[in-house]
């Protein structure tokens, strides 16, 4: 195979490049060159800068559009770019040789490496609550994603634009949640071409910064086919000034004056129209729909952006409209550019559609303009395609998508169009043949009757217009070309209905399938035949029957109306002519043919729009004989009457009513989302289509939970309500059994199998069913209906968890905890509304009582907490050492009496170890993230308990701490476990000897309180062995002491161990002073002979100790291949290389990783694998102690699947197994290179 031409880093970029990195910086990139590829096509470099700053290069290939990519992805992510620079390649990374055949195979070239490199680096500050830690490993999740889009595809162009529309999606929903970031008003945004080079198109645009500014450039850039080359960022105060190059798709400049002036109205334009895509259905298409809009309104109207930008509501509108449907794009909007901004502009204060009083003077001004047959089609169509676009308009804009109020006008509109239609065909028909006469000579009547949601006054915006025409007698016309009244009728049904023309498929259309014999009958029937078809002994099916309850005159003669709607009484309500049998077999064939398996179908599925439409007509039926007012077409009247009469519960009435109008709701958003009336099948579960019908219908990301699990939820509740309303009043057999059957069909009594009520609990993976059921019977049996919103919600949690029975148990606990009613804090019903309005609360609850059996027990003995334990803001702010302490201080007061003060630090650390867990449990902060602030939850304690102490035994010290703590250890480095001793060295200055005696009472006073054991268990467990001659030693030393210990009697143990050394209470001054003094006398004592021999006894002698339990399980920690392994060996590099670079001195594992493949003594793969590894064990670690906060490092010995599951829910316990071998044998490989063979 012939080799490709491979170019170094300065030969593939632009001379620009080389004067902006360091030599350092371009041979890390001559390093990430050479492995990208497809099966590493990006390479991703994240620095912290500070805490809340940090740095990102990301080095990949160009392919258009990636830069709006990484700014979105950094921006939803909570960075806030201040400066970068963005470097594209000029030429492709490797020139690839021809194609050539070998055998039936073509070489194929590599999708990445053919491609020119970019080079992308931005520093930002992480928003408000951040940390670095955290959100590294969120950004770099989000980042994996999209370029898993990406490479998966045909294209990567392909897979860029789904990983875009994911990411329109995301911004949204970032807007959402942040309304308070964003601008007050649109800032002027500068826009300026620079001509000072030649080669590429150089734009400067300057503004105040705003979030996802460059993301909307970028976008603006990508809709209008440009090719970004170079950025350059920067931002001064709140003043940002940016530099793009750029040039269009064949690589040249953009010189034309249009399409640059067409540009820079679009990056104006765009970057404010991005900050209203949050009320976009359809962010992605919003954003590509209003680049299309702009490019034909510029070309026609010069003042539309001065209007854009001189009116934000305007946008906003703009947002919804052009996010709405592909329907009401492709028909309407996208036809009629030219309207769409004066219509948005000016609504009349009542909306944009005609007023329903208006409509027929409306329609019948329009249609005086015509004069042909032909004409009047057209202007009746226009008008009337016109008007739904309006009424949409005002549904999405001015009604705020009240279901309700657009059935109400589609109605009215139908009403109109309908009779129009039928007055044009009368007019066009009896002007040739005459009025159709009786055989008396008087002139027959007709009316046209609606049916269905047409009859029951609730069409949707695609319902189909179900009609039915009747005429009063038999006889013939009077005119030219007389003809029978049948045949007469037949022609005027036909070619009314004929006038009224469909959209598109489904799309109002005229549907007159439910006459007298079907399609097989006339369009037209006479009222004999009507009498005749639907009497007893007729040849109707009782489905039809149940059809004319809905019936109800919309045209013609209110005479002849009035006496069918009298004739349809007797025949349907009075004789009671329904065979409930036929109906149960309609209904099993509409599952079986119109339903699919596997997907719901909102109208045909059990419980969906079906079956409330049956079962409320059956009742209207079963009582309407003797309750007239029951026999109305509306079925919200029904059920009110029903209801009244005492026939339904007020519960029962309200709910069907609510299920009646959402599932409608969703139907509409189906139909509009899809433009098409047939497919009714909710779309695949987690598709970007199920989420753009949530948004399409008013649903919102909230409190974490997706719009689409939110519209999910909402439909499982409602169509299990409904399942259990037919059962109750039908009996068991109206519906055939369903797969689809819910936990909330249990909740709400629906009869089923036993079996399928195993089905049920098994989808959660309970495993005791007897418990699962007393469980669910306790958190259900006052407020079922709320309590099965919030199963529904829980059993999508439930069935993720590694113990869904040990959770389930204890929200039974919790829950029977809480007082049944209260007039303030958390009750249970209360409980259960907080659920339903904040669904994140319930995953939060679920995984904490899965996870920890200790955390469980703390939030039940104190259920006050879990309001506060799950707000946003309290699991989503990292809070600081100060802010700790600040809040200590009011919990804990030091005036209290010590047995208070104790019991008030415990419930501290509790509530903030639960704070932390949540953290680490539900919302998966980073391992850094999690001990830095288990450190600091143990810092702020020590702090405030050394001060009490203090007060107590030296108060003529007036505040002062002549003390400090200094901690070896995993609080020395900053990284705790949940169960970690705290190895602590009192110390005092030489000066201190005066207070010596009240010091040491503070020291007893401190470590009492610190670790005593009460009710609510011990603070800590202090370990003070590793002062000066551990415990023979004095408890407190002066740190001149100190230093002639370290000269003349340390070991060279106790050196590697004061790499951990750090202040971590009292005298900071104190504390920075001796660790300086430390640090500088270690680096001048090592000897790596030493450093060895020690390494390798600890080990060894620790091996022999902890190997003889080895039957009993593992040990993680001590083992070989456990975490000393790693830890001895990092350290013992550590202190080898010390000597030539002192900023190796750091007690944190992961930061002293990090600095030996900065410093080039381990390479990047082998400080990536020993990362991972650590990170792993230090999580199972975690998992084990968390259990039931025991400090203990050994895996079980068998039983250890839910241990497996709580670390990762994906593996199995074979592959644990063999992921834990392979990270404990390439640990212990570690462990002997470093020391057995390192010279």
Same mark, same amino acid.
């Given at each position: 195979?012939?080799?490709?031409?491979?170019?170094?880093?300065?030969?593939?970029?632009?001379?620009?490049?080389?004067?902006?990195?360091?030599?350092?910086?371009?041979?890390?990139?001559?390093?990430?060159?050479?492995?990208?590829?497809?099966?590493?096509?990006?390479?991703?470099?994240?620095?912290?800068?500070?805490?809340?700053?940090?740095?990102?290069?990301?080095?990949?290939?160009?392919?258009?559009?990636?830069?709006?990519?990484?700014?979105?992805?950094?921006?939803?992510?909570?960075?806030?770019?201040?400066?970068?620079?963005?470097?594209?390649?000029?030429?492709?990374?490797?020139?690839?040789?021809?194609?050539?055949?070998?055998?039936?195979?073509?070489?194929?070239?590599?999708?990445?490496?053919?491609?020119?490199?970019?080079?992308?680096?931005?520093?930002?500050?992480?928003?408000?609550?951040?940390?670095?830690?955290?959100?590294?490993?969120?950004?770099?999740?989000?980042?994996?994603?999209?370029?898993?889009?990406?490479?998966?595809?045909?294209?990567?162009?392909?897979?860029?634009?789904?990983?875009?529309?994911?990411?329109?999606?995301?911004?949204?929903?970032?807007?959402?949640?942040?309304?308070?970031?964003?601008?007050?008003?649109?800032?002027?945004?500068?826009?300026?071409?620079?001509?000072?080079?030649?080669?590429?198109?150089?734009?400067?645009?300057?503004?105040?910064?705003?979030?996802?500014?460059?993301?909307?450039?970028?976008?603006?850039?990508?809709?209008?086919?440009?090719?970004?080359?170079?950025?350059?960022?920067?931002?001064?105060?709140?003043?940002?000034?940016?530099?793009?190059?750029?040039?269009?798709?064949?690589?040249?400049?953009?010189?034309?004056?249009?399409?640059?002036?067409?540009?820079?109205?679009?990056?104006?334009?765009?970057?404010?129209?991005?900050?209203?895509?949050?009320?976009?259905?359809?962010?992605?298409?919003?954003?590509?729909?209003?680049?299309?809009?702009?490019?034909?309104?510029?070309?026609?109207?010069?003042? &539309?952006?001065?209007?854009?930008? &001189?009116?934000?509501?305007?946008?906003? /509108?703009?947002?919804?409209? %052009?996010?709405?449907?592909?329907?009401?794009?492709?028909?309407?909007?996208?036809?009629?550019? $030219?309207?769409?901004?004066?219509?948005?502009?000016?609504?009349?204060?009542?909306?944009?559609?005609?007023?329903?009083?208006?409509?027929?003077?409306?329609?019948?001004?329009?249609?005086?303009?015509?004069?042909?047959?032909?004409?009047?089609?057209?202007?009746?169509?226009?008008?009337?395609?016109?008007?739904?676009?309006?009424?949409?308009?005002?549904?999405?804009?001015?009604?705020?998508?009240?279901? @309700?109020? %657009?059935?109400?006008?589609?109605?009215?509109?139908?009403?109109?169009?309908?009779?129009?239609?039928?007055?044009?065909?009368?007019?066009?028909?009896?002007?040739?043949?005459?009025?159709?006469?009786?055989?008396?000579?008087?002139?027959?009547?007709?009316?046209?009757?609606?049916?269905?949601?047409?009859?029951?006054?609730?069409?949707?915006? +695609?319902?189909?217009?179900?009609?039915?025409?009747?005429?009063?007698?038999?006889?013939?016309?009077?005119?030219?070309?007389?003809?029978?009244?049948? *045949?007469?009728?037949?022609?005027?049904?036909?070619?009314?209905?004929?006038?009224?023309?469909?959209?598109?498929?489904?799309?109002?259309?005229?549907?007159?399938?439910?006459?007298?014999?079907?399609?097989?009958?006339?369009?037209?029937?006479?009222?004999?035949?009507?009498?005749?078809?639907?009497?007893?002994?007729?040849?109707?099916?009782?489905?039809?029957? %149940?059809?004319?309850?809905?019936?109800?005159?919309?045209?013609?003669?209110?005479?002849?109306?009035?006496?069918? /709607?009298?004739?349809?009484? /007797?025949?349907?309500?009075?004789?009671?002519?329904?065979?409930?049998?036929?109906?149960?077999?309609?209904?099993?064939?509409?599952?079986?043919?119109?339903?699919?398996?596997?997907?719901?179908?909102?109208?045909?599925?059990?419980?969906?729009?079906?079956?409330?439409?049956?079962?409320?007509?059956?009742?209207?039926?079963?009582?309407? &004989?003797?309750?007239?007012?029951?026999?109305?077409?509306?079925?919200?009247?029904?059920?009110?009457?029903?209801? @009244?009469?005492?026939?339904?519960?007020?519960?029962?009435?309200?709910?069907?009513?609510?299920?009646?109008?959402?599932?409608?709701?969703?139907?509409?958003?189906?139909?509009?989302?899809?433009?098409?009336?047939?497919?009714?099948?909710?779309?695949?579960?987690?598709?970007?289509?199920?989420?753009?019908?949530?948004? @399409?219908?008013?649903?919102?990301?909230?409190?974490?939970?997706?719009?689409?699990?939110?519209?999910?939820?909402?439909?499982?509740?409602?169509?299990?309500?409904?399942?259990?309303?037919?059962?109750?009043?039908?009996?068991? *057999?109206?519906?055939?059994?369903?797969?689809?059957?819910?936990?909330?069909?249990?909740?709400?009594?629906?009869?089923?199998?036993?079996?399928?009520?195993?089905?049920?609990?098994?989808?959660?993976? %309970?495993?005791?069913?007897?418990?699962?059921?007393?469980?669910?019977?306790?958190?259900?049996?006052?407020?079922?209906?709320?309590?099965?919103?919030?199963?529904?919600?829980?059993?999508?949690?439930?069935?993720?968890?590694?113990?869904?029975?040990?959770?389930?148990?204890?929200?039974?606990?919790?829950?029977?905890?809480?007082?049944?009613?209260?007039?303030?804090?958390?009750?249970?019903?209360?409980?259960?509304?907080?659920?339903?309005?904040?669904?994140?609360?319930? $995953?939060?609850?679920?995984?904490?009582?899965?996870?920890?059996?200790?955390?469980?027990?703390?939030?039940?003995?104190?259920?006050?907490?879990?309001?506060?334990?799950?707000?946003?803001?309290?699991?989503?702010?990292?809070?600081?050492?100060?802010?700790?302490?600040?809040?200590?201080?009011?919990?804990?007061?030091?005036?209290?009496?010590?047995?208070?003060?104790?019991?008030?630090?415990?419930?501290?650390?509790?509530?903030?170890?639960?704070?932390?867990?949540?953290?680490?449990?539900?919302?998966?902060?980073?391992?850094?993230?999690?001990?830095?602030?288990?450190?600091?939850?143990?810092?702020?304690?020590?702090?405030?308990?050394?001060?009490?102490?203090?007060?107590?035994?030296?108060?003529?010290?007036?505040?002062?701490?002549?003390?400090?703590?200094?901690?070896?250890?995993?609080?020395?480095?900053?990284?705790?476990?949940?169960?970690?001793?705290?190895?602590?060295?009192?110390?005092?200055?030489?000066?201190?000897?005066?207070?010596?005696? &009240?010091?040491?009472?503070?020291?007893?006073?401190?470590?009492?309180?610190?670790?005593?054991?009460?009710?609510?268990?011990?603070?800590?467990?202090?370990?003070?062995?590793?002062?000066?001659?551990?415990?023979?030693?004095?408890?407190?030393?002066?740190?001149?002491?100190?230093?002639?210990?370290?000269?003349?009697?340390?070991?060279?143990?106790?050196?590697?161990?004061?790499?951990?050394?750090?202040?971590?209470?009292?005298?900071?001054?104190?504390?920075?002073?001796?660790?300086?003094?430390?640090?500088?006398?270690?680096?001048?004592?090592?000897?790596?002979?030493?450093?060895?021999?020690?390494?390798? @006894?600890?080990?060894?002698?620790?091996?022999?100790?902890?190997?003889?339990?080895?039957?009993?399980?593992?040990?993680?920690?001590?083992?070989?291949?456990?975490?000393?392994?790693?830890?001895?060996?990092?350290?013992?590099?550590?202190?080898?290389?010390?000597?030539?670079?002192?900023?190796?001195?750091?007690?944190?594992?992961?930061?002293?990783?990090?600095?030996?493949?900065?410093?080039?003594?381990?390479?990047?793969?082998?400080?990536?694998?020993?990362?991972?590894?650590?990170?792993?064990?230090? +999580?199972?670690?975690?998992?084990?102690?968390?259990?039931?906060?025991?400090?203990?490092?050994?895996?079980?010995?068998?039983?250890?699947?839910?241990?497996?599951?709580?670390?990762?829910?994906?593996?199995?316990?074979?592959?644990?197994?063999?992921?834990?071998?392979?990270?404990?044998?390439?640990?212990?490989?570690?462990?002997?290179?470093?020391?057995?063979?390192?010279?």
């Amino acid at each position: 195979m012939e080799e490709r031409i491979s170019l170094t880093i300065d030969e593939l970029m632009p001379p620009r490049y080389k004067e902006s990195f360091t030599r350092k910086d371009r041979e890390d990139h001559q390093k990430a060159l050479e492995v990208l590829s497809e099966k590493r096509p990006y390479v991703l470099r994240l620095y912290p800068v500070s805490e809340r700053i940090g740095e990102v290069c990301i080095i990949s290939v160009d392919i258009p559009g990636i830069f709006s990519l990484y700014s979105g992805i950094l921006g939803t992510t909570g960075f806030n770019i201040r400066a970068g620079s963005v470097f594209t390649g000029t030429r492709p990374m490797e020139s690839p040789p021809p194609l050539r055949r070998k055998g039936y195979a073509i070489h194929r070239r590599d999708r990445i490496r053919s491609r020119r490199l970019i080079i992308d680096r931005f520093t930002g500050v992480l928003e408000e609550g951040k940390d670095f830690s955290s959100w590294k490993a969120e950004f770099e999740t989000r980042l994996s994603r999209a370029y898993r889009f990406i490479m998966e595809a045909s294209t990567l162009e392909e897979g860029l634009e789904r990983a875009r529309e994911e990411l329109a999606l995301e911004v949204a929903r970032y807007l959402h949640t942040h309304r308070e970031i964003l601008p007050p008003y649109m800032y002027p945004v500068l826009v300026v071409h620079d001509l000072s080079i030649e080669e590429y198109t150089r734009i400067r645009v300057a503004s105040i910064d705003t979030p996802f500014f460059l993301y909307a450039l970028g976008t603006a850039l990508h809709l209008n086919r440009a090719s970004v080359e170079n950025v350059q960022i920067a931002t001064l105060g709140n003043q940002v000034e940016d530099t793009f190059d750029f040039v269009d798709v064949s690589g040249h400049p953009i010189t034309d004056p249009d399409a640059l002036n067409r540009l820079k109205l679009s990056l104006m334009l765009t970057k404010h129209f991005t900050y209203f895509i949050a009320g976009a259905p359809d962010p992605s298409r919003a954003l590509k729909r209003f680049e299309h809009l702009l490019g034909e309104v510029l070309s026609r109207q010069e003042d &539309a952006p001065d209007e854009l930008l &001189a009116d934000p509501h305007l946008l906003d /509108e703009l947002a919804v409209v %052009l996010g709405a449907s592909d329907f009401l794009w492709e028909e309407f909007v996208r036809l009629q550019y $030219d309207q769409i901004l004066p219509l948005l502009k000016a609504p009349s204060t009542k909306g944009f559609s005609t007023p329903p009083e208006d409509l027929e003077r409306s329609l019948g001004e329009a249609l005086a303009r015509a004069h042909t047959l032909e004409e009047k089609r057209q202007i009746l169509n226009d008008w009337k395609n016109r008007e739904l676009y309006l009424i949409d308009l005002d549904h999405l804009l001015v009604w705020n998508q009240d279901f @309700r109020m %657009l059935s109400e006008r589609l109605t009215i509109l139908a009403e109109v169009v309908v009779g129009k239609a039928m007055e044009i065909a009368w007019e066009e028909l009896t002007r040739r043949h005459g009025l159709p006469r009786t055989v008396a000579g008087m002139e027959a009547e007709w009316a046209v009757f609606g049916l269905g949601k047409l009859g029951g006054a609730a069409l949707g915006y +695609a319902s189909d217009l179900e009609l039915l025409c009747v005429f009063s007698d038999q006889g013939r016309t009077d005119g030219p070309e007389a003809i029978g009244n049948a *045949e007469f009728f037949e022609r005027f049904f036909r070619q009314g209905t004929s006038l009224i023309e469909a959209k598109k498929e489904g799309i109002f259309q005229v549907d007159l399938r439910l006459r007298p014999h079907g399609d097989a009958g006339p369009l037209a029937c006479s009222l004999e035949s009507f009498v005749r078809y639907y009497g007893k002994g007729g040849g109707a099916h009782s489905a039809e029957r %149940l059809a004319l309850v809905r019936m109800r005159r919309v045209a013609g003669s209110p005479v002849l109306g009035d006496r069918v /709607e009298r004739l349809r009484d /007797e025949l349907v309500y009075e004789a009671r002519s329904i065979d409930m049998e036929e109906i149960r077999s309609l209904r099993a064939k509409q599952i079986a043919h119109k339903t699919r398996p596997g997907t719901y179908n909102v109208k045909f599925s059990p419980g969906g729009l079906v079956d409330i439409e049956y079962a409320v007509q059956i009742l209207q039926i079963r009582y309407g &004989a003797e309750i007239p007012e029951v026999r109305t077409p509306r079925i919200h009247v029904a059920l009110e009457v029903l209801h @009244r009469r005492g026939i339904l519960k007020a519960e029962e009435a309200d709910h069907i009513v609510e299920a009646y109008y959402f599932l409608r709701k969703v139907i509409n958003g189906l139909r509009m989302l899809r433009g098409n009336a047939l497919d009714l099948e909710l779309p695949e579960r987690g598709s970007l289509e199920y989420e753009h019908l949530a948004r @399409r219908i008013g649903y919102r990301m909230k409190d974490q939970i997706s719009a689409a699990d939110q519209l999910r939820y909402d439909i499982e509740a409602h169509t299990a309500y409904v399942r259990t309303f037919v059962e109750r009043h039908l009996g068991d *057999e109206a519906l055939p059994p369903t797969p689809s059957a819910s936990i909330a069909d249990l909740v709400l009594g629906a009869h089923l199998a036993p079996s399928r009520v195993e089905a049920i609990l098994s989808r959660a993976h %309970l495993a005791d069913s007897g418990r699962a059921l007393r469980n669910i019977h306790t958190l259900t049996s006052e407020h079922p209906t709320h309590a099965a919103y919030a199963l529904l919600v829980a059993w999508d949690v439930l069935r993720a968890l590694p113990d869904p029975d040990m959770a389930l148990n204890n929200w039974d606990r919790f829950y029977t905890t809480l007082p049944s009613e209260t007039s303030e804090g958390l009750s249970r019903q209360s409980h259960f509304t907080q659920i339903l309005s904040q669904p994140g609360r319930i $995953d939060i609850l679920l995984k904490t009582f899965s996870a920890s059996q200790y955390l469980a027990d703390t939030l039940i003995g104190s259920p006050q907490l879990f309001e506060w334990l799950t707000d946003p803001k309290t699991v989503h702010t990292t809070l600081s050492a100060d802010s700790l302490l600040s809040d200590l201080h009011g919990r804990a007061p030091l005036s209290l009496e010590e047995e208070d003060f104790s019991e008030a630090l415990r419930r501290f650390k509790q509530q903030h170890l639960l704070r932390i867990g949540v953290r680490d449990i539900c919302f998966h902060y980073p391992l850094e993230t999690i001990t830095r602030e288990l450190s600091l939850l143990a810092e702020s304690i020590l702090t405030h308990t050394l001060s009490y102490a203090l007060s107590r035994t030296a108060p003529s010290l007036e505040g002062r701490s002549p003390l400090a703590f200094l901690a070896f250890g995993k609080l020395g480095g900053g990284e705790l476990n949940y169960s970690s001793d705290l190895d602590l060295l009192p110390v005092a200055p030489p000066e201190a000897h005066a207070h010596r005696e &009240a010091l040491n009472e503070a020291l007893i006073l401190f470590t009492r309180i610190i670790t005593a054991h009460t009710d609510r268990g011990f603070l800590y467990r202090v370990d003070y062995r590793l002062r000066p001659f551990g415990e023979k030693g004095l408890l407190l030393y002066d740190t001149e002491m100190l230093k002639t210990y370290y000269r003349e009697s340390a070991s060279p143990w106790e050196y590697q161990a004061a790499l951990k050394l750090r202040g971590v209470a009292g005298d900071e001054r104190l504390s920075e002073e001796f660790v300086s003094w430390v640090k500088a006398y270690v680096q001048s004592r090592i000897r790596w002979d030493e450093v060895k021999e020690w390494n390798l @006894r600890l080990r060894h002698s620790a091996l022999q100790q902890y190997g003889r339990g080895l039957k009993k399980g593992i040990n993680i920690k001590q083992h070989e291949g456990g975490l000393r392994d790693i830890e001895f060996g990092v350290q013992a590099l550590q202190l080898k290389h010390l000597p030539d670079s002192p900023e190796l001195w750091c007690g944190n594992t992961l930061t002293a990783l990090d600095l030996l493949v900065r410093h080039g003594i381990l390479d990047e793969e082998e400080g990536r694998t020993l990362s991972r590894n650590y990170r792993t064990l230090r +999580a199972l670690e975690h998992v084990l102690q968390l259990m039931e906060n025991r400090q203990t490092h050994t895996l079980p010995s068998s039983g250890i699947l839910p241990i497996v599951k709580r670390l990762d829910p994906s593996l199995d316990e074979e592959r644990f197994k063999t992921m834990l071998d392979e990270i404990m044998h390439y640990n212990r490989d570690f462990f002997r290179r470093t020391l057995e063979t390192t010279a």
